[in-house]
């Protein structure tokens, strides 16, 4: 079990210390056709004698982490990495994602430099903003649902679930539908006189992701913050009525620390799953306004064409999860071993 | 301290358009200080008796007095009650300490007011050097006496107590049993006690309130519910084990069974009946024995029963016999008259083979008879 988990991080962690590419040659060739000869330059990958192309790896050690993080004062792509592809465009990072806002925000055009910790500190934000809407709208969406009779539970709960069933990539779709420009809730707004273009500046743009968060997130707070007040205990309930709490005291003392241990496994939950954020963003900006780590990952591997240096930025992000994650686990893992 | 009166009162539950009828009208007044254990079946109301006294349920009809004060329109925390529950219903996150002191801390009294008060209560049901622990860490009994030490600390005029033994194993029970007998004769605080086992409302009653499909069969103390069952409810839901009920004729008094015949009765009733009569009041001895005696002895003899099962509790043997089959000269067995099966408690020395043939003597003066059609007790 453990070395199932263990693999993949350390194969990452291994490619991440690693830079390798093809051999490349440039060659000239002669193309005859009925108008005439022509001469191209272009670029192949050498073969050996055995008409297999030569890959040359190196090790670079931390370079690629540098690199991510801005700290490597050289920031140019080693030579190596020039004929990789045809299509690959080897430039700064955020070019393609922000060419068609380039310069308006930040995040969206910073140097290498600032790359990842401005990625970071988006995705923290989305992780701060979210969680304390996430878990109290959760929580009164469950004592909602307890109070309701079971016919109208049964549709409360239904109703509820939906943003959770629905993929993110459709859910994020169905926002960005709702506020994109002459969309229904722009054009509500305007009646009553406010004009906002949400998606074309940063604050809005970063309000839509959050509120795209939430919204998703919710259903999952409340179905187990739900399926908890099943089963607080009844006598424990009833005998606090009896020794005269109201019921504000019956929920703080009684359901509330019943609930406690589901508090904190939504939050451990919501934390991982919100460090992750990714559809949200290349939905609604594309990473214009907005990069998260989990999108600066997937934008070296694809916009770059680097694998090995998108490896390094996977084990950084890993390792700011784990960071995020420790306090909790370390709560809980006290918790289990008091027992 | 305080007398209860229920006067009329009666549950119904509606769902659906469905009444389910909880509890039947009942009256029933409880003197100040009185033990009062209601007895039943599950599903016989007893509980939801007690939850209106409590106010965790209201009453569909009738009243609820409690000292001088009719308590219906009263939350359960102004009606000066303390419950003990089945599961114990204590708050697991909070120490010993803190569950006994929270009927206190819910109230606003100061810290001077609570450490005493928890200290007494916890010292008298021996809990003083557990206050720290987690409710977790405690065993069945000990939590039970958690439980009861928060329904003392109030000093409230009225304990219910749910159940409060069931979860408990028997010895833990038993230990647990003589501690609330002996809480109560120091506290001496009105209580109602709701049990389904007919020995804890023998031991701890001083009297005992029979249940059965939501309403009272019998009120009366445990001697008179043993001794003098009101009807065939009472009779073979009290006592351990069960008193014989046989349905029969009764004729110039002699009742007659198939294979049984019992004289000597001196009621002038005659028609259908049904017999009681408790294990230990029959005696078993070997058939061919019994047979010889049976011309010249008064009293009433089944002959040719056969032992069904033979039981050792320890202190007595257990002897399951069917009288039915004695038919069987006669060709074959209606499966209607030929069982019937009677169980009398013989001397622990006894043992009697499986299918032994075996007699029966009963003395018709220990034997209770009721109406087969009411069910009700036929005095003579």
């Known amino acids: 079990m453990l070395g199932l988990m263990a693999i993949p991080l350390l194969m990452t962690f291994y490619l991440s210390l690693r830079q390798c590419a093809l051999e490349m040659e440039t060659v000239t060739v002669e193309q005859s056709g009925p108008f005439g000869t022509q001469q191209i330059v272009t670029q192949r990958a050498k073969v050996d004698a055995s008409g297999k192309t030569i890959e040359r790896c190196e090790y670079v050690g931390l370079r690629h982490y540098l690199r991510v993080l801005g700290l490597d004062r050289d920031a140019t792509d080693p030579p190596t ?47 701060f903003a979210t969680t304390p809407f996430v878990l109290g709208i959760g929580l009164l969406l469950a004592l909602g649902a307890q109070q309701l009779n079971t016919r109208w539970r049964a549709v409360f709960i239904t109703a509820a679930l939906l943003p959770f069933i629905v993929t993110p990539v459709v859910a994020a779709l169905s926002i960005k539908w709702l506020f994109r420009d002459n969309g229904l809730i722009p054009y509500l707004l305007s009646q009553i006189g406010v004009q906002v273009f949400w998606m074309a500046e940063a604050w809005s743009a970063q309000l839509l992701i959050v509120l795209y968060g939430v919204w998703h997130s919710v259903p999952f707070a409340f179905i187990v ?44 939950i919501h934390i991982m799953d919100a460090y992750r954020v990714f559809e949200p963003i290349i939905v609604l900006t ?33 390792a700011g999860v784990a960071v995020l994650l420790i306090p909790l686990l370390v709560k809980t893992y006290r918790e289990q071993r008091g027992t | 301290m305080a007398r ?66 009719c308590v219906n329109t009263l939350e359960p925390k102004d009606r000066d009650v303390a419950m003990v529950f089945q599961s114990y219903g204590l708050y697991p996150n909070m120490t010993v300490y803190a569950n006994i002191a929270f009927p206190l801390k819910i109230r606003g009294m100061g810290r001077e007011v609570i450490e005493p008060a928890v200290q007494r209560a916890a010292a008298l049901v021996e809990l003083g050097d557990l206050l720290d622990r987690k409710p977790k860490a405690l065993s069945g009994g000990q939590r039970q006496r958690v439980a009861l030490a928060r329904a003392i600390v109030r000093r409230p005029s009225v304990f219910l107590m749910d159940e409060p033994l069931s979860n408990l194993d028997a010895k833990l029970r038993v230990s647990m049993r003589s501690h609330i007998k002996h809480l109560h004769h120091t506290l001496k605080v009105t209580t109602i006690y709701v049990t389904h086992d007919q020995i804890e409302a023998m031991t701890l009653a001083d009297r005992v309130v029979v249940m059965s499909k939501a309403e009272i069969q019998q009120i009366g103390t445990p001697d008179d519910i043993y001794n003098n069952p009101e009807n065939t409810f009472v009779a073979g839901f009290v006592g351990s084990p069960a008193m014989n009920l046989l349905e029969g004729q009764l004729q110039d008094g002699v009742f007659s069974a198939p294979g049984l015949r019992v004289p000597g009765f001196t009621s002038g009733h005659r028609g259908a009946v049904v017999l009681g009569v408790r294990p230990e009041d029959l005696a078993v001895s070997v058939a061919s024995e019994a047979a010889s005696n049976a011309a010249e002895s008064a009293t ?26 004695a038919q069987t000269q006669q060709g074959q067995v209606s499966a209607q008259l030929g069982k019937q099966q009677l169980t009398a408690k013989a001397d622990k020395s006894q043992r009697y083979a499986i299918g032994a043939p075996i007699a029966l003597t009963i003395d018709a003066q220990k034997c209770f008879l009721f109406d087969a059609a009411s069910q009700k007790r036929l005095r003579s």
């Open chain 1, 81 to 127: 990495n020039m004929g990789e592809g045809a299509n690959a465009t080897p430039s700064d990072p955020s070019a393609a994602g922000a060419a068609t806002v380039a310069g308006n925000t930040a995040s969206g055009s910073g140097k290498p430099a600032n790359e990842f910790f401005s990625a970071l500190r988006f995705t923290l934000t989305y992780i």
């Open chain 1, 286 to 318: 594309q990473g214009a306004f907005t990069t998260s780590v989990q999108y600066l990952t997937y934008h070296i591997l694809l916009q770059e064409s680097n694998p090995f240096k998108a490896s390094a930025a996977s084990v950084l992000t890993i």
């Open chain 2, 4 to 69: 209860i009166e229920l006067k009329e009162v009666s549950r119904i539950w509606e769902q659906a358009g469905k009444q389910t009828v909880g509890l039947k009208p009942m009256s029933l007044s409880i003197a100040e200080g009185e033990f009062i254990v209601l007895l039943g079946p599950s599903g016989c109301g007893k509980t939801t008796t007690m939850r209106i006294v409590a106010g965790l349920e209201s009453a569909t009809s009738g009243e609820v007095w409690i000292g001088d004060r």
């Open chain 2, 300 to 325: 009433a003899v089944a002959n040719h029963a056969r032992v069904f099962s033979c039981e050792l509790t320890g202190e007595a043997t257990l002897v399951i016999a069917d009288v039915g089959n």
């Open chain 1, 225 to 268: 913050f739900f399926a908890g007040l099943q089963s607080v205990p009844q006598d424990s309930l009833e005998a606090a009525t009896i020794d005269g709490a109201t019921k504000f005291q019956r929920f703080r003392y009684v359901t509330v620390p019943h609930l406690m241990p589901l508090f904190v496994f939504v939050l451990l």
